[in-house]
C-alpha cells in the first residue's frame, strides 16, 4: 500500500537580518548551514520514496505532495531570488519588478507572466554551476571508498565534470589562496578568474555532497569533486537546492501556499486595518465636541472601539466556552 504525505512542513530557523550565532558568517546568509541539514533531509525522503529508511523495507513509500511554508521561508529553501529584485521578484514566473503593481489581463487564477518551470529550472542549474574533479592519483579511489568513485564515474560518464590533476601541494594552495569569503558573492568565491579552470571571477565554491564545507578544501583529500556556482550575482536561483532536485516529484510548482501567513496575517490583516482606519476617520466613533482637537478626538474613538471589542469578545465566551481555543484576541489595541 502507497502512503501519501498531504504536506511536507519544513522547519527552518529563522533568523534576523543582522545575523545569528548559530549560522555560518562567511557572507552565504546561511546557505552553509542549512545546506547538509537540508540535503540529510532530502536524502532520506528520497530514500523513503521508494519504501526504503534507515537501510530497512518499509513496506510502503512515502511521497511528498507538496511544501507548505511561506513566502519568505520558501524562498529560504529553494534558493530563489525575494519579492525586492528587480529582475525575479517572483521564483513561479518570470514577472518583473515593475510589474508587481499592473492588474492587466490578470484573473484570478491566471497572468500574462510566463510560468517558470521545472525543466527550466534545471537548465538554469546546469548553466549556473560547474564540477570540477581534484585528482592527484586515480589508486586513491581504493582508499577513499564507494561513494567518491560512484560520483566520479557517473560525472565523467554523463559528461557534466572536469578533471584538474593537482599533483603539488603549491597548486592546490594557489587555488585556495584566491578563495576569499564576500559577502556580495554570497560566499567563498575567487578574488581572480582562474583560468586553468575555466571559473571567472566571483565563482562561488558551494556546499556539496562530497564538501559539506567549504572550508575544508585546503585540507580536503583528493580525488574530490567541488561545485562553483557561476551563474552571477543577478542569477534567478541563487544554490541548488536539494529540495528541489533529489526528492522525486518536489518541483517548483509543489510550493503550497501557506495560507496563515500569506492571506490572514498578509493581505487580510492590512484590509482589516484599512477597514479600522476607515471607521475611524468616518466619526462613527468619534465624540461631539468642541473642545478636544483631532489627536484627542481619534484617541477616544480608538478606546470605543477597544471597548465594543472586549464587550464582543465576552459575549463569544459566554456562548461559546471553548472560544479561547479556536480563537485568537487582540488585547493590544
Request: with cysteine; aromatic share 12%.
Amino acid at each position: 500500500m502507497d502512503f501519501v504525505f498531504r504536506s511536507l512542513r519544513i522547519l527552518i530557523i529563522e533568523f534576523q537580518s543582522s545575523g545569528s550565532a548559530d549560522f555560518c558568517q562567511c557572507g552565504c546568509r546561511g546557505w552553509c548551514t542549512l545546506y547538509p541539514l537540508l540535503f540529510e533531509v532530502c536524502v532520506n525522503l528520497a530514500a523513503a520514496a521508494a519504501g526504503v529508511l534507515a537501510g530497512s523495507d518499509l513496506g510502503f513509500v512515502i511521497c511528498v505532495v507538496d511544501i507548505t511554508a511561506d513566502w519568505p521561508a520558501y524562498l529560504f529553501a529553494s534558493c530563489m531570488r525575494h519579492w525586492n529584485h528587480s529582475m525575479h521578484p517572483c521564483p513561479l514566473c518570470d514577472i518583473k519588478l515593475s510589474d508587481m503593481t499592473s492588474l492587466e489581463n490578470v484573473t484570478a487564477d491566471s497572468g500574462p507572466w510566463n510560468i517558470f518551470t521545472q525543466e527550466q529550472y534545471l537548465k538554469l542549474i546546469a548553466s549556473s554551476k560547474k564540477a570540477i574533479w581534484i585528482c592527484s592519483n586515480l589508486c586513491l579511489f581504493v582508499f577513499l571508498g564507494v561513494r567518491q568513485t560512484m560520483y566520479f564515474v557517473v560525472s565523467l560518464a554523463l559528461g557534466a565534470a572536469q578533471v584538474i590533476n593537482i599533483n603539488t601541494l603549491d597548486e592546490r594552495s594557489d587555488i585556495c589562496r584566491n578563495l576569499v569569503y564576500s559577502t556580495y558573492h554570497r560566499g567563498r568565491a575567487l578574488a581572480v578568474g582562474m583560468e586553468s579552470w575555466d571559473l571567472p571571477l566571483g565563482a562561488r565554491l558551494e556546499p556539496s555532497p562530497l564538501l559539506m564545507d567549504v572550508a575544508s578544501l585546503d585540507e580536503a583529500k583528493v580525488p574530490i569533486q567541488v561545485i562553483f556556482w557561476v551563474g552571477g550575482t543577478e542569477c534567478k536561483v541563487q544554490h541548488e537546492s536539494p529540495l528541489l532536485t533529489l526528492v522525486p516529484g518536489v518541483t517548483v510548482q509543489s510550493w503550497n501556499i501557506d495560507l496563515l501567513h500569506a492571506w490572514v496575517l498578509g493581505c487580510l490583516a492590512r484590509f482589516i486595518g484599512m477597514c479600522i482606519w476607515f471607521f475611524l476617520r468616518s466619526g462613527i466613533w468619534t465624540p461631539k465636541s468642541t473642545y478636544l482637537d483631532t489627536d484627542q478626538k481619534r484617541r477616544l474613538a480608538i478606546s470605543h472601539l477597544k471597548a465594543e471589542l472586549f464587550d464582543f469578545y465576552a459575549r463569544q465566551k459566554k456562548a461559546d466556552p471553548d472560544w479561547p481555543k479556536k480563537h485568537s484576541e487582540v488585547t493590544s489595541v
